[in-house]
């Protein structure tokens, strides 16, 4: 049991988990915010908060940020067909050219105007390490899903899951 004291509360994690959970999967069945409510005995509104909480995106122009990847033609292919208005997928041999190959001056410009660009997305998928997820995140202030492809430094391409990425841009796409 996960318990924790709060003031002359005494709270179960793992039921608050369980319950968040339920309210998420009768949610996804279609059950209405006031349905699930009912059946678990709790305050509409605070299910309308929950979905506020861990809401990411409802609609717009969406963009991908993603390295080092090793089928990275697969994935731009993808994103053509997507629509996916926004996209930056690099190997690690790339990345690396393209930091080295730049005075300072002309990475940084490259840089704001990648940042640029990425914040007129209504909402970024971004692919890497747990640490540049992070970086992203407080770069362009926008919803972001991350896809950690593993934990930083990551030195060589990665192979990432196409279909991974298909059903997230869908996902993301739906309230278009």
């Known amino acids: 049991m996960n318990l924790y004291r ?4 005494l709270l ?3 039921k608050i988990y369980r319950t968040i959970e339920e309210i998420i999967a009768l949610r996804t069945e279609g059950l209405s915010q006031q349905e699930v409510a009912n ?18 995106y409802r609609g717009g122009k969406i963009g991908v940020i993603g390295f080092p990847i090793a089928n990275k033609v697969e994935l731009e292919n993808l994103l053509q067909e997507e629509g996916v208005e926004f996209h930056l997928v690099m190997t690690e041999e790339e990345r690396i050219n393209f930091v080295s190959q730049k005075s300072g001056v002309e990475l940084l410009n490259d840089i704001m105007d990648l940042t640029a660009e990425a914040r007129t997305c209504d909402a970024l998928i971004i692919i890497g390490s747990n640490y540049r ?5 407080a770069l362009v202030a926008k919803e972001v899903v991350g896809v950690e492809i593993g934990i930083s430094p990551i030195q060589e391409d990665v192979y990432v899951d196409p279909e ?10 739906r309230d278009i």
């Open 12 to 14: 179960d994690k793992d």
């Open 39 to 56: 059946r678990l005995c709790i305050d509409r509104t605070f299910i309308s908060r929950l979905e506020g909480i861990g809401e990411v």
């Open 6 to 9: 709060v003031g002359d509360k």
């Open 133 to 137: 997820i992070k970086v992203c995140e």
């Open 164 to 173: 991974q990425i298909r059903k997230l841009t869908k996902m993301l796409r």
